[in-house]
């Protein structure tokens, strides 16, 4: 296997830490001011990345929420889906997976080439790369707004370093290397 790629999980939450509401609901999230060229911008984040990651809720939100509204799938690099539910793949650039995470490092590796892989997610994704030691990096933009309940942004306990914070618009973004296991 060649050297492994930087597992990044770059994603929004609210200040409560969910990154939907109890419906999956990202209203939340689309009103929030950001400036497109600002700190921890998602173009620039995406310039470096191989491949991506994400588990079935995500990609079915991805599927209902842009190809159901006539938009062609988001990505044009390679995509792994985690499930073991029967989803279609979107996309030819799309593979629907099954297992664990070690079990398709090798694939992931190969796909992602010499750039990083995004851990979409959701939290439990992520969560999963964390515990089998693959995740090296948290990036959160944190909206100003609270749900009181939804998917969490993270639901393990583990201990992170600051790397990085800043202001964009309406978020508060912070880049995190992932310590480990909070014991």
């Known amino acids: 296997m060649s050297h492994r790629p930087t597992f990044r999980y770059y994603t929004a939450t609210t200040l409560d830490g969910f990154l939907a ?3 999956d609901n990202l209203d939340w999230l689309l009103s929030q001011p950001i400036d ?3 700190a921890m911008n998602y173009t620039d984040f995406i310039g470096g990345i191989g491949a991506l990651v994400m588990g079935a809720t995500t990609y079915e939100w991805v599927v209902e ?4 509204q006539g938009n062609p ?13 029967d989803l279609t793949p979107a996309a ?10 070690t079990d398709h490092l090798d694939r992931i590796t190969a796909l992602a ?3 990083a892989v995004w851990v979409v997610g959701g939290g439990g994704l992520a969560a999963q790369f964390a515990q089998a030691g693959l995740l090296d990096e948290v990036t959160v933009s944190i909206a100003p707004v609270t749900l009181g309940s939804g998917r969490p942004l993270f639901p393990q306990p583990f201990d992170l370093e600051l790397v ?3 202001q964009n618009r309406a978020f508060v ?8 296991p909070r014991t």
């Open 65 to 68: 929420h842009e190809l159901a």
């Open 113 to 115: 080439g010499d750039k």
């Open 92 to 101: 030819p650039t799309v593979s629907i997976v099954a297992g664990e995470v």
């Open 36 to 38: 497109e060229q600002g």
């Open 164 to 166: 990085e914070v800043a």
């Open 21 to 23: 509401d109890d419906q």
């Open 73 to 85: 799938w988001p990505y044009d690099i390679p995509c792994l889906v985690f499930t073991h539910r």
């Open 173 to 180: 973004c912070a880049r995190y290397r992932v310590v480990g």
